[in-house]
């Protein structure tokens, strides 16, 4: 099956820095990309939806310049969050899709803790 | 917004017995879709339903979807310990692509 690869795993940094994400498709081409943030025994909220090669679409809320993605390559999108702050502590999900777009394939995700 | 709506928030059976989750959406939909997600990790997509069938199976999930009521249910047969997990619901928004998630059913099986 489809397999989303995400690292870091879990990142702790302090406050003020960036922190990048990254999220690859690993035996499909992903044509599109999506970001969710996932607080505890939350939900998962969309952040933004990323095609190939072309701006992401950020969600209601969401600070474009604050969360820069990226997605360069057919396999690769990266998230990154500029200037963290406490608030910004979450579970950090990718996912992609591509050919149908019926079904998306969740990466692992990536647990930012920012102190 | 939230699409869909599950419940219960929380459930709590023993091996071997039935675990039952509804979700409920508001607007049209192609299709729905269920997702289970362990404690702490990423999101594995369990079946898919569309508009034009009223239940589907695989191994020992049953989805059922009622258009007209607008809404679905997840039934686990035979739980396992190792079906611990949230379960959510998903349907895509507008267009095809992006799905909206329910807030999900945490399910604890226990031995």
């Known amino acids: 099956g489809a397999v989303v690869s995400q690292h870091p795993s879990r990142v702790i940094c302090k406050s003020g820095t960036s922190v990048k994400i990254e999220c690859r498709s690993l035996d499909f081409q992903a044509t599109t990309m999506f970001w969710y943030r996932q607080f505890p025994k939350q939900s998962l909220m969309l952040m933004a939806t990323s095609n190939e090669g072309s701006k992401a679409t950020y969600e209601q809320g969401v600070e474009k310049d604050k969360f820069l993605i990226n997605h360069a390559s057919l396999t690769l999108s990266t998230l990154t969050v500029t200037s963290a702050h406490p608030e910004d502590s979450s579970f950090y999900i990718c996912s992609a899709s591509g050919g149908t777009t019926d079904t998306q394939y969740f990466g692992p995700g990536t647990r930012l803790t920012v102190l | 917004s939230q699409q869909g709506e599950e419940d219960p928030q929380a459930l709590s059976i023993q091996e071997g017995e039935n675990a039952t989750m509804n979700c409920s959406y508001k607007?049209?939909?192609?299709?729905l879709q269920w997702y289970r997600q362990n404690s702490g990790r990423g999101l594995v997509h369990l079946i898919l339903i569309r508009s034009n069938e009223r239940e589907k199976h695989s191994g020992r999930l049953r989805v059922t979807l009622d258009t007209s009521k607008k809404s679905s249910s997840l039934l686990i047969t035979a739980s396992r310990a190792a079906d611990t997990a949230s379960y959510f619901c998903a349907t895509p928004a507008s267009g095809y692509s992006t799905l909206t998630f329910g807030k999900g059913t945490m399910l604890l099986v226990s031995p």
């Open positions: 607007t049209s939909i192609n299709n």
